[in-house]
């Protein structure tokens, strides 16, 4: 009896051995970029702006051509990257200060209850303080950032958070305005921790002590997003340093601000790679990046001048691609068989993707898709269509099917159809020419939406 209860204890330890081991290699990291537009990396068309990190992480694993953010802002955006729902669905449907709820349920969430230990490090925007919103009561052990989006304009603000205690920084700032967002914009007038930096600097002792654990970064980074209320310092918007290698360029300071931001944090994703190799666990962690949205145009910066959207049309705060598509590389070395993918997938499809990987069971109402195949490049599912809305500057919706792509603008009753195989850029209008695919689309916009939602929708924080 005893050999026997011996035997079994044997078998039980070498399968929770083996079963540690599995969910050992699916450390999960997701690097999110603020406002960096579809063309800003070299691997996606850039010429002038130097980002070799990010290139070769490209090269390595799987670049997306046809990805899109959740929104075409960032509380949105977020929104749907940690819940898999679009914004047909999700909570946060703009820029409003709305939090999360108890019964959300986040990628964070069941990634800590499956084990992992789970890390946001930047700019969160899903609930502020005394709300039900924060990253500890949404999944995460462990948070340091910007909890609001609007004082995350500030690179030099004069506090972050730590989970929930206030940490004073060495800045000194002037508040300027109470933004629509119930946030408050400021601008230092005295500026020595820039927390892009201190972001860095967490991510790299996050993984450093979990490097024997399972865990999930999320890091979402500010740069290159701009402080908006800046130029009441009449200064420009596009906060960094030094313009590094970009200061002998003839080019106006706040694009020479603007690429060093970008270079700057392609450099510090380079350091987290470096650590993953020198930790030895570089095969055992697969790393995203990607953006939450298009380029902006605020700041003084002109997404024009470094052509930020590519081939696209469109901005920040637009439907049109330039506003939500996004690149999206996927680098995982020793597993991933490098390949460019036209697979149309966006940020509601995280969710599931990041659960499949790390053998955790999907919720059954996610809008997403799994884009695990595509990674492992077999044959992957694909979605009856995308879905986005906007309710800032106007009532919007998108749909894209197939290769099409239809925008609706509600309140001038127009809607536009192109044919993206074609026509990227979307500068042809072709909703006379086909009536019948515009109706499906059309109806599609329909009946997303369930029928008790009110635009916007808007929940008190508490």
């Not at 700032?173 to 930096?197: F, N, P, R, W």
Request: glycine share 8%; hydrophobic share 35%.
């Amino acid at each position: 009896m005893r050999l026997l209860s011996l035997l079994l204890t044997l078998i039980l330890l070498t399968g929770c051995r083996a079963k540690e081991e599995q969910v050992k290699r699916n450390n999960i990291i997701f690097i999110l970029a603020d406002d960096l537009g579809y063309g800003d990396l070299g691997s996606y068309g850039q010429s002038q702006i130097y980002t070799p990190r990010l290139d070769s992480m490209a090269a390595a694993g799987i670049r997306f051509t046809n990805h899109y953010s959740g929104s075409t802002v960032c509380a949105p955006s977020r929104c749907v990257l940690m819940t898999g729902l679009d914004t047909g669905n999700c909570r946060i449907r703009g820029n409003g200060r709305v939090p999360l709820q108890p019964e959300d349920v986040t990628l964070a969430k069941l990634l800590n209850r499956a084990g992992y230990k789970t890390g946001i490090i930047g700019k969160w925007a899903l609930g502020d303080i005394g709300s039900t919103g924060t990253p500890d009561k949404q999944g995460f052990d462990y948070f340091y950032g910007y909890l609001n989006q609007t004082r995350a304009h500030n690179y030099y603000t004069d506090y972050l958070w730590e989970n929930e205690t206030k940490i004073l920084l060495n800045n000194e700032i002037e508040i300027v305005q109470e933004s629509y967002a119930k946030g408050l914009g400021s601008y230092a007038t005295k500026k020595v921790d820039y927390s892009h930096d201190l972001f860095t600097e967490k991510a790299l002792e996050f993984i450093d002590s979990n490097a024997d654990s399972t865990f999930f970064l999320y890091l979402p980074y500010t740069v290159p997003h701009a402080n908006n209320e800046s130029h009441f310092n009449n200064e420009h918007g596009m906060e960094v340093p030094d313009y590094g290698m970009y200061a002998s360029k003839d080019w106006p300071e706040v694009e020479q601000g603007a690429a060093a931001m970008i270079t700057r944090m392609d450099r510090d994703i380079g350091r987290i790679l470096d650590l993953l190799e020198e930790k030895g666990i570089a095969e055992n962690t697969i790393v995203f990046f990607s953006s939450d949205n298009g380029p902006h145009q605020e700041g003084g910066h002109d997404a024009d001048f470094f052509d930020s959207n590519g081939p696209l049309r469109g901005i920040k705060r637009d439907l049109y691609e330039g506003g939500i598509r996004v690149p999206l590389i996927v680098y995982w070395p020793g597993t991933i068989v490098p390949a460019v993918s036209d697979h149309p997938s966006a940020f509601w499809d995280f969710m599931p993707t990041a659960l499949d990987l790390a053998s955790v069971y999907t919720p059954e109402n996610l809008d997403g898709i799994s884009f695990m195949p595509t990674i492992f490049q077999y044959q992957q599912p694909t979605h009856q269509f995308l879905y986005w809305e906007f309710h800032e500057r106007g009532k919007k919706q998108a749909v894209r099917m197939d290769k099409y792509k239809a925008i609706r603008f509600l309140e001038e009753d127009r809607v536009e159809l192109y044919d993206l195989s074609t026509d990227p850029g979307e500068q042809l209008d072709i909703a006379a020419d086909h009536p019948q695919v515009l109706a499906r689309m059309v109806y599609h916009m329909n009946h997303t939406r369930s029928p008790s939602d009110e635009w916007p929708l808007e929940l008190p924080v508490e």
